[in-house]
């Protein structure tokens, strides 16, 4: 393990106990640790009210506007879910964001233990926050794993951020184990817990509680993505403040090895450890990301302040533009995007949000259906959910699939006040969303919570036999590359790879 130190402010800068503006960062093989030594003397923590975003909605009532589809619960009964994995079909991992709780959700029943609990600082937005699954093209032994990402109780106790005002040790990215034992039951139900947690990124989590984003995904790269946001509001350059010192581990897409082998990184706005592991910045807060089955490009969901919620194209280098702008540059006033924002001598590049909200939904979980089970007309098409409103969008790409296909008043990137919505409004009435995932059965599925409680929903054909889990034209993620791979072309893996090499040396 060796020490690195990020940037040290003079003694005469008065550092704001909102701000995070010095830090030191430890590298090892196993882990990469952004460490902030004024966080302890921080007593912000301590008067905190424990503080959920909860809407007096009513009861979900969640329906879609296509008559040949229909929506089904597969489960009621999850505390404040999250985010989902799918083990396989019929089989899905969801975090529970106060408890720590990883549960499993097996043919439509909770298994009896969760496969993990972990402890963590849950006030507001901190929490159990997200996961994802590897698959075994490419990984070590042919195994999968488990990641999560949540914010570390500081002291060993869900929630103690709040009742013992305990800073949090950090928000963390660990890898798991996948390990299956004979259950107690009557059909000897094989049983799954996670086991062997390594460490692979520590970012900061004070001072907070929100803005610590929480979507996880395995790329088509085989590296492990996820987004932080601002903590609550750390000033540096990756929040595009030009003097400020660099980048600390907030507001931005990370990605590291599936091993945190943190050298293995090509960087993207920099060659020099951390701000190799930035694959964008500018980053407010995100509760949603996922790569295009087709492409391999990279989408994200943004969460504005008051107002201008944002759909993302995220590519090498991308900057979203917080804080200087949030929505589209063109509505900024006198904003001057070559000399106001900050791109890494010119390795980061602005470009304006594919889609925006003028007024606030909460955009959380996007997923692209990569599959024939909903009808053609759906396949490789882009879902977002929202929590403000329990709504479900569907977008449709174009033929490059860089931008999404609009018409009317939402030509100009925005649904303003007095837009017609029912352009892109699949579905509504699902509560709070916090998650949108096409399953390995070809149909979507999208995780709600309504105040404590919590469902997954299914979107299927009309006429679904519920017997038949067989999906026509159903295919994953892994199949999509094999399918790839033996016409010659190729992989989303080699694209992805390219793309990044080509991003970086054209500088």
Do not use: C
């Not at 060993?156 to 950090?170: F, H, K, T, V, Y």
């Not at 798991?176 to 996670?194: F, K, M, P, S």
């Not at 610590?212 to 350059?237: A, C, L, M, R, S």
């Amino acid at each position: 393990m060796f020490v690195v130190g990020i940037k040290s402010l003079p003694k005469s800068i008065t550092i704001s106990l909102t701000l995070l503006l010095s830090g030191l960062l430890l590298v090892s093989s196993q882990a990469l640790t952004f460490i902030d030594p004024t966080a302890l003397l921080r007593g912000a923590s301590a008067q905190e009210l424990r503080e959920h975003i909860l809407h007096n909605r009513p009861p979900p009532s969640p329906d879609v506007n296509d008559p040949n589809l229909r929506v089904e619960e597969v489960f009621d009964g999850l505390e404040l879910p999250t985010s989902m994995a799918f083990l396989g079909e019929n089989d899905i991992l969801v975090t529970e964001k106060d408890s720590g709780r990883v549960q499993r959700i097996i043919d439509g029943e909770m298994q009896d233990d969760p496969v993990i609990d972990v402890q963590v600082a849950n006030n507001d937005e901190r929490g159990l926050l997200g996961i994802d699954i590897s698959n075994t093209n490419g990984t070590a032994n042919n195994e999968q794993y488990v990641f999560l990402y949540f914010t570390e109780s500081g002291g060993g106790e869900d929630g103690d951020d709040w009742s013992a005002g305990i800073p949090p040790s950090g928000t963390r990215l660990y890898k798991y184990n996948i390990v299956q034992a004979i259950g107690d039951d009557d059909d000897d139900e094989a049983q799954v817990q996670l086991s062997n947690g390594t460490l692979l990124l520590d970012l900061p989590a004070t001072p907070g509680p929100r803005y610590h984003g929480g979507p996880v995904t395995v790329g088509p790269d085989n590296n492990v993505y996820v987004v932080i946001g601002t903590v609550d509001h750390h000033e540096t350059q990756a929040q595009n403040f030009e003097d400020a010192p660099e980048p600390d581990g907030t507001s931005g897409v990370f990605r590291i090895t599936q091993e945190g082998r943190v050298a293995d990184i090509q960087g993207v706005i920099s060659e020099e450890i951390p701000l190799n592991l930035y694959y964008g910045y500018g980053i407010r807060q995100s509760f949603g990301m996922e790569f295009d089955p087709v492409t391999g490009n990279l989408w994200d969901t943004e969460n504005g302040p008051d107002q201008y919620d944002e759909l993302n194209l995220v590519e090498p280098g991308f900057n979203s533009g917080w804080r200087d702008v949030s929505g589209l540059a063109g509505r900024a006033g006198d904003l001057n995007i070559e000399d106001d924002l900050v791109d890494f001598d010119g390795r980061g590049r602005y470009s304006d949000p594919e889609f925006t909200w003028q007024q606030t939904v909460a955009p959380t979980g996007l997923d692209f259906l990569n599959s024939t089970g909903l009808g053609a007309a759906y396949q490789n098409d882009l879902f977002v959910g929202d929590y403000n409103n329990g709504n479900l969008y569907h977008f449709d790409l174009n033929e490059n699939r860089t931008q999404l296909v609009l018409g009317g008043g939402l030509a100009d990137r925005a649904l303003d006040p007095g837009d017609e919505v029912g352009e892109i409004l699949f579905g509504t009435g699902f509560g709070g969303i916090t998650d949108v995932k096409v399953g390995p059965d070809g149909y979507l599925y999208v995780l709600t919570f309504q105040d404590d409680g919590g469902s997954i929903y299914r979107i299927v054909p009309e006429d679904l036999d519920t017997d038949d889990d067989e999906a026509d034209g159903d295919t994953d993620e892994a199949e999509i590359e094999e399918t790839t791979d033996d016409t010659g072309a190729p992989t989303l893996a080699q694209t992805l790879v390219e793309r990044i090499t080509r991003d970086v040396t054209s500088q």
